[in-house]
């Protein structure tokens, strides 16, 4: 399908042996021709019919389309004797629609009949996207229809946007019926599904990212079924994507800070975030050499990785110079840092060679949970 | 929509009630209007419409509202826990650093987060070279990097520089040595971002 469809229901949902408004406001996603669009309405007295009355159906004056490019206007009649069947048809032989400027087609006077359920309305396109190649396409959209007095809407949440690990509270409107809310999140997939048939506000779990609400209405006993939806953003969610592609600025790096060792023991850590382990080992000069390992093992014990970072000043003809590193470290795993030197001859004043290591995590300390 | 763009949002609404928008944490009266155009959108926002009407027994007011969601293709992203499990592209390619000349400190800013990546080569014969990085960050605190070259005996060789640079750092790199060192330093940024040079901040 080259077109959009957007139906809007008046009243909404429609109710049983009640005249209703069925309003479809037409676009393309992307710059497109169209010669026809084509509605049918299921007729009977069935719960999959939508109306036993179908003279009584008005088409309205399409509302868009005007231009001469987009059809120089457009026609919404009824299909020949076939009573269920309306076409729009442009004036010039084709309307080149965007997404800015719908057509808008209505019918109305459409009584639902008189049995509950869900009726589709049969919406088939004629369109092209180079104006050369044509291809007929259909789809259909759910048309309720919920007994008379029958009332769903007014589905909002409060607020509208949390921080990360927040509630949100959804209020609604309802008639009785068998109400069904499932969630999900943006990106975590997390979610979950409640019934909320005996309520009309409810609170959500904590939420960790952007989250879809999905509302349904639905009869027992019958296949009516009204579904409204709504949005609620997280502010600094977490975060769990396929690919990931930065475009702009990173902000990755948090706030580092020392990590005190005592050069006698091995130094062991676990860190909570993914990090850059940066250190500096310099020798005494005329001294045998310095050494700082790092050694990485996963949650099993296995080696991730052994590095050894050697200052040697023993020429003392030359300037004493540090060894600078930087090395990657994963979450998860158990770093042990080991200083490795010869203790200079006891004195008054025993000249020691010098480490230091500073931890760079990736994100900030201050973690949101 | 893409990053940085308005939307319009219309509707259709009887006279009477007090019409609001709210996206985010943000409110702004509507009555009145048929259409609302949004603020730049830096990512998937939310919006709702509530109209409100006092009622004329003195009760609580009437309240209705319709929500609806605009998604934002290359958001501006802040994230609580991120993990990637496929795919992840933000090295952006190297730009060349305007090393700083023997003896004269000079400080950079950091647009981005990224690696200074280069190598440092004493002039064969002749003293230690070294190159000292010094990074600030308010926010990330500060450390020091020292990089020596000695080529004094022996063949040449190069010491390899690789200096991690959060964003928005200032860094100062001072370069020690002698006539005929090599200093080479590029700029590896994620994402996108410039390695430039500042003015010194005033002692």
Known sequence: ?369 | MARGEKVLLRWEASRGPAYTMHWDDHSQSVTGDLSWESPELERTTGFMLQAQLADPGGGAPLIYALTTAVTVTEPNLTVGDLQANGVVRMQAPPAAIAAPPRGQPRYYKAGTDGTILGYLQAASGLPTATLAARVYGAATGGYTMRFSSDNSTGTPTETPISIPIPADTEVRLNHAGNDGDTLNLLWLPRGAGTFDEITPPTA
């Open chain 1, 1 to 369: 399908m080259l077109l959009t469809y957007d139906l809007a229901l008046d009243p909404d949902p429609p109710q049983t042996g009640r005249p209703c408004l069925l309003r479809l406001t037409v676009r393309a996603t992307a710059p497109a021709f169209c010669r026809k669009i084509m509605l049918s309405l299921p007729t009977g007295s069935g719960a999959a019919h939508f109306t036993n009355a179908p003279a009584a159906i008005a088409p309205q004056p399409v509302r868009g389309g005007e231009d001469a490019d987009q059809g120089g206007g457009w026609r919404f009649t009824r299909a020949d004797a076939d009573a269920v069947t309306f076409t729009a048809l442009p004036s010039r032989p084709r309307g080149w629609l965007l997404g800015v400027t719908p057509l808008t087609l209505e019918l109305a006077g459409v009584t639902a009949n008189a049995t509950p359920g869900t009726a589709r309305l049969r919406i088939e396109e004629e369109t092209s996207s180079d104006g050369l190649t044509w291809q007929t396409q259909a789809t259909d959209l759910p048309l309720p229809k919920f007994p008379d007095g029958f009332l769903f809407g007014d589905l909002r949440p409060e607020p509208l946007m949390v921080l990360n690990g927040g509630h949100t509270e959804l209020t609604w409107r309802g008639s009785p019926a068998t109400y069904t809310l499932t969630w999900a999140g943006e990106h975590s997939g997390s979610g979950g599904q409640a019934d909320v048939s005996d309520v009309t506000t409810w609170t959500s779990p904590p939420l960790h990212d952007t989250t879809a609400f999905r509302l349904a209405a639905r009869l027992p006993g019958s296949t009516a079924e009204r579904v409204l939806t709504t949005l609620v953003t997280v502010a600094l969610p977490h975060l769990r994507t396929h690919n990931l592609t930065a475009t702009g600025k990173m902000r990755l790096i948090g706030a580092g800070h020392p990590i005190e060792i005592a050069r006698e023991l091995p130094h062991t850590f676990q860190p909570d975030t993914d990090g850059l382990l940066i250190g500096r080992v310099q020798a005494v000069t005329g001294a045998t050499p310095a050494q700082m390992e790092v050694t990485a093992l996963t949650d099993g014990g296995a080696q991730e990785y052994r590095a050894v970072f050697t200052s040697d000043n023993s020429d003392s003809s030359k300037i004493p110079a540090e060894t600078p590193f930087g090395v990657p470290v994963r979450r998860g795993t158990t770093i042990t840092i080991t200083c490795r030197y010869t203790r200079p001859p006891a004195g008054p004043e025993p000249i020691e060679p010098f480490f230091s290591l500073v931890w760079l995590p990736y994100g900030s300390t201050n973690r949101i949970m």
